[in-house]
């Protein structure tokens, strides 16, 4: 068995899925100061779509999957890949097999009345299979082509045998396996099958219920292979706003806050009852153009558009300066982000020249016009009542644009609604959002053109021979210094092209009570190390306590 140093894990998901469901005022509820056991509930900026980890797609999803699902691999918090469902692995010299060797001793989530079933080779050959069958929207197909085939060898054995030999192959076989025994449909997996929203797993909490305030409840798993975790519930509550969810948290209505609104981390500093802990996910924040818009095909277009807005300003003005601006498709402090390429300034002369460039001229209203069409779009935002630093952001951009003569009109859109609107039909004109990544800094979901269509990751259509090219050449070499040599290329190229107005990359906070003990975050699943955390009370807490965070 082999132990080596990886990159995290890959995921592309949407974070600003903001579904919101009934919110509780809290502002007159008592400070907290009772025992609440050994049950934690946290607050979530929104609500889940799917329950499962095959058609999630969204942050709030896949916290949840961490805590019902296991990979045949996982990754430690010192990085290094170690055993999970497998229990050893075996590699082939050239690189092209790859044969886990499954625990006998991992039983599924039993079904109410009924008896737990083990986990076996079936289980993984079925999730491969149902996970890249055609039909199967997942933002994981892309990830995985490079696969030729899936063979049990037997009950506890299977084989996968890959087209070619990739670079660092192990840390993506960290996908969580599902029940061949769990969907209705066995052939592929659609958001109506009753899986995804009741789902079973191996991992260390079970699914219990979703309450009708939108609350999903976990049970521990008892029967748990790595042994029953310590805290018996987790509870993840939807908040529609941050504001409510911070007064949540500091009246003691919840334990832990997963994503903290930057402006309120001076207020939790200065809480002796709570600690507040950063964690580096390399995400950020964008606009993204639909260009099948023949307003927005022209690159000049949108690059005045990110011209004729102050990120510095709304950065600062907005998030505390808790971030830093970015020129292109990867964040930094990934070995893939072209530090060479600096963000485009803040210039107004310039964006008013690009426009007319375009071939566009100002309206006696003062909106720009070309060929008789008014350069009015829609701008669409997921999320159903604004929170305030949202709110501030998009209207920012509205009040930018139209000194350029750019007629913006934002919708706020509950969340399924934003995305069936942006991802299966593609009726918008901008939309806001954020991406998150691992460092393998895959992003050809993002921005190849045979991942247009719907439910797709690049939901603007965009298309760019180059691009395209840059994009497969870097998964198909295995040096790593020449992947990042085309990585750089294609950070110039997209930042050039515009597909997206890149924003800034911000620092995340998660705050907890100090009853809440061992506590350690993945930097984008949060919740892998969960099954050892533990509640606490009174005595003195500072050998669990992370390193003190500090606001900028």
């Given at each position: ?5 990886t990159?995290?894990?890959w ?15 809290y502002a ?9 056991g050994?049950?934690?509930?946290y ?32 990754i430690?918090?010192?990085?290094q890949?170690v ?6 692995w ?5 690189g ?10 991992v ?8 008896e ?9 050959v079925?999730t491969?299979?149902i ?5 199967t929207?997942?933002p994981l ?21 890959l087209?070619?030999p990739?670079m ?10 599902i029940?061949e ?14 899986f ?6 191996t ?8 309450t009708a ?5 976990l049970?521990?798993n ?5 042994g ?6 987790f509870?993840?509550?939807p908040?529609?706003?941050?504001n ?11 334990d832990m806050?997963?994503l903290v609104?930057?402006r ?6 200065g809480?002796?009852r709570l600690r507040?802990?950063s964690?580096?996910?390399?995400s950020?924040q ?7 818009n023949?307003?927005?095909?022209d ?11 102050n ?10 300066n808790?971030?830093t601006?970015i020129s292109?498709p990867?964040?930094p402090?990934?070995w893939?982000?072209?530090l060479?390429?600096k ?8 964006a008013e020249?690009l426009?007319?460039q375009?071939g566009?001229?100002?309206?006696s ?6 060929d ?10 997921p999320i ?8 501030r952001?998009?209207?920012?951009f509205?009040?930018?644009?139209r000194r350029?003569?750019?007629?913006i009109?934002v919708?706020f859109l509950?969340?399924?609604a ?13 939309m806001?959002?954020s991406w998150v990544f691992d460092?393998s800094a ?6 190849h053109?045979?991942?247009?269509g ?11 021979p180059?691009v395209?090219s ?6 198909n070499?295995l040096?790593?210094?020449k992947?990042?040599?085309i ?7 997209l930042?050039d ?5 890149f ?5 995340n ?13 993945h ?9 050892t955390w533990?509640i606490?009370?009174?005595?003195d807490d500072?050998a ?9």
């Amino acid at each position: 068995m082999k132990k080596i140093q990886t990159r995290m894990f890959w995921m592309l998901v949407v974070m600003f899925g903001l579904a919101l469901g009934h919110t509780a005022a809290y502002a007159d509820a008592a400070p907290a100061s009772a025992n609440k056991g050994s049950g934690l509930s946290y607050g979530e900026y929104g609500r889940p779509t799917t329950l499962d980890p095959i058609t999630s797609n969204d942050m709030i999803s896949m916290r949840i999957t961490e805590l019902l699902f296991n990979g045949l691999v996982g990754i430690n918090n010192k990085q290094q890949i170690v055993p999970e469902l497998a229990e050893s692995w075996d590699q082939s010299a050239d690189g092209l097999e790859y044969t886990f060797h499954l625990r006998k001793d991992v039983k599924w989530h039993p079904k109410s009345g009924e008896e737990a079933k083990p986990f076996t080779a079936d289980d993984v050959v079925f999730t491969y299979n149902i996970m890249m069958h055609p039909r199967t929207v997942t933002p994981l197909k892309v990830r995985y082509e490079f696969v030729s085939e899936v063979k049990k060898l037997d009950a506890n054995t299977v084989r996968f045998t890959l087209k070619r030999p990739i670079m660092n192959a192990l840390p993506k076989f960290t996908f969580k396996i599902i029940p061949e025994f769990g969907p209705a449909n066995a052939a592929f997996l659609g958001r109506d099958d009753p899986f995804v929203q009741n789902p079973i797993g191996t991992g260390p909490y079970r699914y219990k219920e979703t309450t009708a305030n939108g609350e999903i409840v976990l049970e521990a798993n008892p029967d748990y292979f790595k042994g029953a975790p310590k805290i018996t519930r987790f509870v993840a509550k939807p908040f529609a706003d941050q504001n409510i969810m911070n007064q949540a948290l500091m009246y003691g209505s919840i334990d832990m806050s997963v994503l903290v609104n930057p402006r309120n981390v001076p207020e939790i500093q200065g809480d002796k009852r709570l600690r507040l802990q950063s964690y580096s996910a390399l995400s950020y924040q964008f606009f993204g153009y639909n260009t099948r818009n023949p307003l927005l095909a022209d690159k000049r277009v949108r690059k005045a558009f990110t011209l004729a807005i102050n990120r510095s300003e709304m950065l600062s003005s907005f998030f505390n300066n808790q971030g830093t601006v970015i020129s292109g498709p990867f964040a930094p402090g990934s070995w893939a982000y072209n530090l060479d390429v600096k963000p485009l300034p803040y210039d107004i002369e310039a964006a008013e020249k690009l426009l007319s460039q375009a071939g566009f001229k100002k309206g006696s209203d003062g909106v720009m016009v070309k060929d008789g069409k008014r350069l009015a779009l829609t701008l669409k935002v997921p999320i159903a009542q604004e929170s305030e630093s949202v709110k501030r952001v998009v209207l920012a951009f509205k009040i930018y644009l139209r000194r350029v003569g750019a007629d913006i009109n934002v919708e706020f859109l509950e969340w399924q609604a934003w995305k069936e609107a942006v991802f299966a039909n593609h009726d918008f004109d901008i939309m806001f959002a954020s991406w998150v990544f691992d460092d393998s800094a895959d992003i050809s979901s993002l921005f190849h053109s045979g991942e247009i269509g719907a439910w797709r990751n690049n939901f603007g259509g965009y298309s760019n021979p180059e691009v395209d090219s840059l994009l497969v050449e870097a998964k198909n070499t295995l040096d790593h210094e020449k992947r990042r040599t085309i990585y750089r290329k294609l950070h110039e190229r997209l930042a050039d092209e515009a597909p997206y107005t890149f924003l800034w990359t911000l620092t995340n906070y998660a705050a907890y009570d100090r009853k809440v003990r061992a506590v350690q975050i993945h930097p984008y699943k949060f919740f892998p190390y969960a099954d050892t955390w533990y509640i606490g009370e009174g005595g003195d807490d500072k050998a669990d306590a992370p390193a003190p965070t500090k606001a900028k």
